[in-house]
């Protein structure tokens, strides 16, 4: 033990050594004993006679303290957004849930507590017997999901004026163009998609740092660049996602919600892997399909049979 300061030894020595002190009495000793010139923590330590190498004699265990800990918890609560008002009313500092889920992906843990009560996301991952260093070993598409994603997915239709109404009508959610571009270069990025012309194209290109990394670039391959915005916007709504190999040879998506029935996740995942297959390069040698995983967004990884995609 290191040589003790001056207060560490006018603390010790208003306690007398090998007493059991009463609860009460231990309390006021805390306070008299306490020298930081800060509001410092109360601890407690118990010791327990128990093994904690054995399950069957874990502890673990949540109280709520009646005078509370004296501590300002920052709380962010993970929800559907029928529960945001809610969570909002009874204190919680943050409420949402994709773009909270975005941000700690991204290494923000600046909270205390995090609370969670949503409908969480199917996901699938799929190792595929590719090297996407190799540009005709690449593999990107897009598929419609036969139940939808399960997502209210947000869409903004950067268009001319003559297809605004179109766009409006198939369900975009945001349709214009200059204004949002200034939008977009201000920071504004709360869409999941954006669709736009390719007369557009040069318009947003100066946009590509601030959306290629979120994913929201539009691109002719996955179908957000057309001249018919209208079905592109109708597409989106009805499920239809593009994905595409990332450099470690995985394609990772949502396929959905884990509210959806079994069977309902059943044909999502079945229908984005025979895509995948009729993807499958040419120059593509060996086994494509290397291992095939789904969870949910919190929930640990399921291995698939492939053999069984079709059963």
Excluded at 39 to 60: E, T, W, Y
Excluded at 211 to 221: A, E, S, T, V, W
């Amino acid at each position: 033990m290191g040589k003790l300061t001056k207060n560490q030894k006018l603390a010790l020595e208003k306690i007398e050594a090998g007493k059991a002190y009463s609860l009460a009495e231990a309390a006021e000793k805390v306070k008299e004993t306490n020298y930081a010139k800060f509001d410092a923590s109360f601890d407690i330590d118990v010791r327990l006679g128990v093994d904690p190498r054995k399950a069957n004699q874990m502890v673990r265990g949540v109280v709520t303290l009646p005078h509370g800990t004296g501590k300002q918890v920052r709380v962010l609560v993970l929800c559907n957004p029928d529960a945001e008002s809610a969570a909002k009313a009874a204190g919680a500092d943050y409420v949402g849930l994709d773009e909270y889920i975005d941000k700690i992906k991204g290494g923000w843990t600046d909270v205390d507590v995090i609370i969670t009560k949503f409908d969480a996301s199917f996901d699938i991952d799929v190792r595929l017997g590719v090297d996407p260093r190799k540009a005709n070993q690449m593999v990107r598409g897009v598929v419609t999901l036969p139940h939808g994603t399960g997502k209210q997915v947000r869409v903004l239709v950067l268009c001319n004026p003559d297809a605004e109404s179109a766009a409006k009508a198939a369900g975009a959610d945001y349709v214009g163009l200059d204004e949002y571009i200034d939008k977009i270069k201000g920071g504004w990025t709360d869409v999941d998609v954006i669709i736009t012309q390719p007369a557009i194209m040069g318009k947003i290109g100066a946009l590509g740092r601030i959306l290629g990394p979120r994913g929201l670039m539009p691109n002719p391959k996955s179908g957000t660049v057309t001249m018919d915005v209208a079905k592109a916007v109708e597409e989106v709504k009805k499920g239809k996602i593009d994905f595409k190999v990332d450099k470690n040879g995985i394609v990772h998506t949502s396929l959905g919600k884990v509210s959806f029935t079994p069977q309902q996740m059943k044909e999502n995942a079945r229908e984005f892997i025979n895509t995948l297959i009729k993807l499958k390069p040419s120059t593509a040698k060996g086994t494509y399909i290397k291992s095939i995983y789904l969870s949910s967004t919190m929930g640990p990884g399921i291995k698939v049979d492939s053999k069984t995609i079709d059963d």
